[in-house]
């Protein structure tokens, strides 16, 4: 599933699309061009992912870690406030996820995009979110739904996949076994 995550909201500025436009050097894609469910897919498909350094959404029986990357402003215990490796890395997936973001999202504002992939994400909380996430699941797969703690006494489980669903990331929630025939990817802004 895609978190936008983790898309941190309530991004201090005037323009919403300030974090992430100062960051990419490469065109960005046009805010009037369409971007398809596809074509974040397709681009999502052609990437290498590396192992997601979260220990805290791993799961205890697993045999491989999870596959993630935060891509945008991230915090840095030294420097503050930072530009991730994975966007200097990739500053065109960048470019289209917050694109994507934009046009799926108007109004909503973030900071950072999380991307996971084959993810199944142990009961956890996320850190530094500021406000709400939103989150949608791409691929063909079946199960990966999204388990919130919405305070009642059990909690919320969504279908995530090409749904986008808004959440509370700094409340517990996780993401159940996904069978699937190919690799799903989670965006969370």
């Not at 991004?11 to 100062?22: A, T, Y």
Request: charged share 20%.
């Amino acid at each position: 599933a895609i978190p936008f995550g983790s898309m941190d909201a309530n991004f201090e500025s005037d323009d919403e699309s300030l974090p992430m436009s100062l960051l990419l050097k490469p065109a960005p894609a046009p805010r009037d061009a369409f971007v398809s469910l596809e074509d974040v897919l397709h681009a999502l498909e052609a990437q290498a992912f590396p192992e997601s350094q979260r220990k805290n959404v791993r799961q205890a029986n697993a045999e491989t870690a999870p596959q993630g990357m935060c891509l945008g402003i991230t915090g840095n215990w030294i420097k503050g406030a930072a530009v991730s490796v994975q966007t200097r890395k990739k500053p065109q997936l960048s470019a289209l996820l917050c694109a994507f973001a934009r046009q799926e999202l108007p109004g909503f504002r973030f900071s950072s995009v999380q991307v996971n992939k084959d993810y199944r994400a142990a009961l956890h909380v996320d850190k530094n979110n500021h406000g709400l996430s939103y989150i949608i699941g791409l691929g063909d797969y079946s199960g990966g739904w999204l388990w919130v703690d919405n305070g009642s006494s059990t909690g919320r489980a969504k279908d995530i996949r090409n749904r986008w669903f808004q959440f509370d990331g700094n409340r517990p929630h996780c993401v159940d076994d996904i069978l699937w025939s190919s690799s799903p990817t989670a965006i969370l802004a």
